[in-house]
């Protein structure tokens, strides 16, 4: 029981009475024995567990494909300026972010798009060697929820075939284009053996529910510290993305004292991969080592995790 | 009379003298004697007022409402997504925030949506029972300023009585959809025993207003202090938005030395629940307690103060 | 000649000859005596002119004027708190943005709609009592530029009247709507007696041109330093408009020491007379204070050095 | 061949076995002698190549060309004060940034749109005398991805003959408008004489593509550190400019010291050459002009280097 569903039971009858105190830290409330049995709620003792995405999806993305350049291409030409963007993620992207992540020491998960991975095999292999999770991520850039059953599930079967042929990993996390599954995506997912998914904002932490009459995990992802989101959506500055994501950190550590957190961060080839953003992550991972307790993960850690921890949210 | 008016007087018979002199500085003008009369312009002697608003509106939002995800869903099908961004709100945001208000003992007004309360009644309950006010926000996401009479008065009276069922409070208070009430709402509102709404921009204090031969409250609402227009609609960064509002307190705070001033905030479940917005409150609440006067109040308070007040601003 | 075509002159020479040495300091290839005779290119002495723009609109907009609500209002519908958005304008923009003039002891220029000045007249004659300049704006918010000459002609001569008949003072500066005027605004301007507009971006001080065989002044505006673009238009913060226009005061003060340069600032009612754009200005205010030899001119005070002066740009 | 290559292949042996340490830093693996040999990856022993754009546009822009002014001009008038905006880039942008460049020993590389040249030789001609590069930039603003293998070839050689003519320097550099060169450019470009393109955005440092059976250089352009991007497409503040090209900076030298790394800021007369973006230039010179083995390159000099070094990436 959260210590905030604790106070509604205690607050009800104080309420009723009358009897809210004028200021109640919700820290202060807990007392002493209740702390340290909440000290930790994560299974392994980790105080907040921090998980990085790293999409690997250029290369395999449409032609005129949604960049930076203004979106008004005459029909019948290609954008060729527009496709040297996307290159920019395979050939300095994510090789920048892999150098990083070792100079840190984080272990971080590859959603990946099959066609990115046929494309640039070497490179996926390379995430895999060097200790990364790949994750399926569709077999192309196509809109998912709009797909028959038999179609969606071909899709991402050829998706999560081609990860598992080139870095002889079996990718067991999911991801859809934009979040968007349709109604079909989940019992999918379970027939084909994955264990989590991610296109979830719900939470601050992984949840557990019910799919084909089995546990499946959910471990939320992060539109508020996601690279697409935040730079090419929103227009932020790479400084801007420091500051928001350390805010961030910063309430989800205080939380973390007496209650389960996830955070997540999410990086793609050819935005995240810039030097600016390298840069910007380099600061925020310098910043978040220097607190006690918090574990980088990668997503399929920490569903394996949630699945076995009997005190996991249920919905 | 204002020390401004008192100028405009001063300043007629100058100006037409040629005498208006090079350098007034509007603090120095006014003599000691004004000085003291004027320290507060609050009946119970508060320097400067500060009105949060926590917004309950999640899980009363119609299918696929605009979220941050694009807004190109194909006819027919439902942005999965988008959903779990909208349950944010009360399974993170509002319990969060509630223990952000206790943290700093600060009572807010929550303007909930009806549809929104009957969907959550536990954590609608536990808002009234941690002291904060239950004021109405309509039955659902409607468009109000184009319903009949009749219809409006429905949809009011079935909001504000969900609330009262739920949270054993009537409400006094209104905040129309996007603040955007039609001609008869003020009418309506007065008729159903509401004593004040938010839904006006004009004035930094609150003022009286003549509904139906009554006296009726206005105690101005913000856009400029506001989640939803500067996260999601200008897309700040949450330090952004602590370096607005700091300002904004900044230049209130000289101001209510010789004048009555309010200053409003506003937060939505979804959006001011996330960590990095409650670290961005809990930056501006420690910067705002540092400073002598200042008084938290719910909007009912500030409107029955203006209510009492001869000296209120009435138009 | 200004050091800079100077350099040209001299540069052909040497660059003609391969002789363009690698490192040249703009400000240190001046001999000492040139310095002293640049020293200030200002007839009055003045290093840096500053002229601040403080636009007086609100009140005389058009129904569901352009605001920060979303434009999608249903036909036949007025939006009301739209407009009390711009009640803002008059009842706390421009009484604050006055009081911290005066704090400051800075003299502005305003641009005032005919219609706004109509329905506020005790304002519009107290901004002028207070010692700041009563310039045209038109006589409404109307598209100027497709006008005829009659209609355009009766259009300013309408807006000027009204300010002069509540003001007391017959305005000699123009600024179109949105700044488009149209072919005839100028020959219109100059037969109905006015001395300069401001309706131009390029240059960083005043120039003259000839309109009827006769001298006009152009005295500069700016999209860089202008809330309405910066605030509304660009969705800057507060804090950001303090860092873009320290800034551009740096460079330009570092200029003015060789060279005539004005640096102009603009606000508009409802806009920067918000408490937080109030504290920006009072920062940049304090900031710009603190260096010597800027002088703070009205735009009326600028045109006439500009006009008197025989070394002014000629276009 | 670079660390990271060598990584993976060193890596493909360890990760097979399961031997993947946790924590590698790529700085650290690689012993002293490669260290040595990879000091310097530019022939000339330059640590960090950096080249700045000053595109020369302005004058040569069509009728209403997009500016900071409402896109919404009634048709058959003409954008007067958009026109000012523009002539802002030749009056006050290319001079002042001249002086800049000057100011701190920098030449840039300067792509001239023909028309503009035309309308403005002495400025054209100045900036080549200061020492800077005059490359092309097409005669006018069209759309050239759409042209014919004639008209294409023509619309490059008149803008690169207005350049030699009024210049007296051929330019060997192009640039296409917004880059969106077509299908046949780099051969007519290979056929006109030049010997590099900049529209490209894939790599952080020049590469060798086969052009008509020949070397022809790519010294790739930026849109993360562009100000027609930054400012005027994302609305980012000088200072967000200079946070985010400083962060560009910082990951770009340490890189530098193991890897040939190039860094591109793009300017243009009419956004760059603004007083608050001349001083955000400054700070950005001022702080990269504090690390050690930086040279600032004309795109020219990089391109010859990069053909002349057999090193050179090769696609």
Redesign the interface.
């Known amino acids: 029981m959260s210590s ?1 569903r604790g ?2 039971k205690q ?2 009858i ?3 009475a009358g009897l ?1 105190p ?6 202060a409330s807990t007392n002493k024995k209740d702390m340290q049995q909440e000290k930790s709620k994560w299974a392994d003792g980790s105080r907040l567990v921090v998980s990085i995405s790293m999409q690997f999806e250029a290369g395999g993305q449409p032609d005129n494909a949604e960049s ?3 979106q008004n291409m ?1 029909p019948g ?5 527009g496709a ?2 996307f ?2 993620g395979y ?2 992207g994510i ?2 972010m ?2 990083n992540w ?2 840190f ?1 984080v ?1 971080v998960t590859s959603h990946m798009v099959g066609s990115a991975v046929l494309k640039n095999p ?1 490179l996926a ?2 995430i ?4 990364h999770e790949a994750a399926a991520h569709g077999m192309n850039w196509s ?1 998912q ?2 797909m028959s059953y038999a179609e969606e599930k071909q899709f991402i079967k050829e998706g999560a075939d081609a990860i598992e042929k080139i870095t002889g990993t079996k990718p067991v996390g999911y991801n859809a284009n ?6 079909n995506t989940l019992k999918i997912l379970q027939e084909l053996g994955f264990i989590y998914h991610i ?6 932490e992984p949840f557990i529910i019910q799919v084909n009459n089995a546990d499946f995990a959910v471990v939320p992802y992060t ?2 510290n996601n690279d697409i ?2 730079i090419e ?9 420091v ?3 350390k ?6 550590y205080v ?1 973390s004292a007496t209650k389960r957190r996830q ?1 997540s961060i999410s990086l793609h080839d050819r935005i995240g991969g ?3 953003m ?3 992550m ?1 600061e925020l991972l310098t910043y978040i080592q220097q607190h006690k307790g918090v574990a980088f993960k990668r997503k399929d850690e920490i569903a394996r995790m949630a699945l076995a921890d009997k005190t996991s949210i249920r919905e």
């Open positions: 905030r106070f509604i607050g009800s104080l309420g009723l809210v004028p200021v109640v830290n919700a820290f930076p350049f203004p005459q030409y290609i954008d060729l300026p040297t963007w290159e920019y050939k300095e090789p920048r892999l150098d070792d100079k020491g272990k070497a292999k390379e895999v060697q060097r200790g809109t929820y709009t934009w979040l968007r599954r349709g109604v296109d979830d904002l719900s939470r601050d539109l508020r989101l935040l959506g929103k227009n932020f500055s790479a400084d801007q993305f500051h928001q994501v805010m961030e950190f910063d309430q989800l939380e955070m810039t030097p600016q390298v840069k910007a380099s």
